[in-house]
């Protein structure tokens, strides 16, 4: 069927031996699996995170000791989600060089440099307001302008070290396959 669309073939699930691992087949094995975790500002947190069992908030230093264990298991990578110190209207902490996920990941990737990492991008935990993103004084959102916001985590997150953005904010198609 030709949809009238060349075929497209994009090479960048190829760009790392991990990444490849991680996609090459659909096997159920340890390293096919990912595993989230939240971070927040802080020293020796490991906090309950209520809404889900077995999940916690860990400060960077109690993350790295428990990314001790995912290599151990072979998992194939982790997903970071931020807790942010502060939130302000346009969730700064999120592209903040020194933002928690920033932070989170030149830290796990100085020590675990061959770690496969994904980050969040969405900007509801940031902002003060909990909208994923930029809003109008009548509280809507500014698709358009929260655009740039997206842009500037995510190129903060890749030269921070990210191996996969992961867009989650799909707020009135904002982010698209």
Not at 159 to 166: L, T
């Amino acid at each position: 069927m030709n949809s009238g669309y060349p075929l497209i073939r994009p090479r960048r699930l190829r760009s790392s031996s991990k990444l490849l691992s991680l996609v090459r087949e659909t096997v159920l094995d340890p390293s096919k699996f990912i595993m989230p975790y939240f971070v927040t500002h802080g020293k020796s947190l490991k906090e309950p995170v209520e809404s889900m069992p077995g999940q916690f908030r860990y400060s960077i230093d109690e993350l790295m000791k428990e990314i001790k264990s995912v290599i151990s298991l072979n998992i194939g990578g982790i997903l970071l989600f931020g807790v942010p110190e502060h939130k302000d209207e346009s969730g700064s902490e999120s592209y903040s060089d020194n933002g928690i996920i920033q932070t989170t990941l030149k830290a796990l990737k100085e020590e675990y440099p061959d770690l496969l990492v994904i980050t969040d991008v969405c900007m509801c935990d940031y902002t003060s307001h909990g909208h994923c993103g930029i809003v109008d004084d009548n509280g809507r959102v500014k698709n358009d302008e929260t655009l740039e916001y997206l842009a500037k985590i995510s190129v903060s997150y890749a030269k921070a070290g990210s191996d996969i953005i992961a867009p989650s904010d799909m707020m009135d198609g904002r982010v698209k396959k």
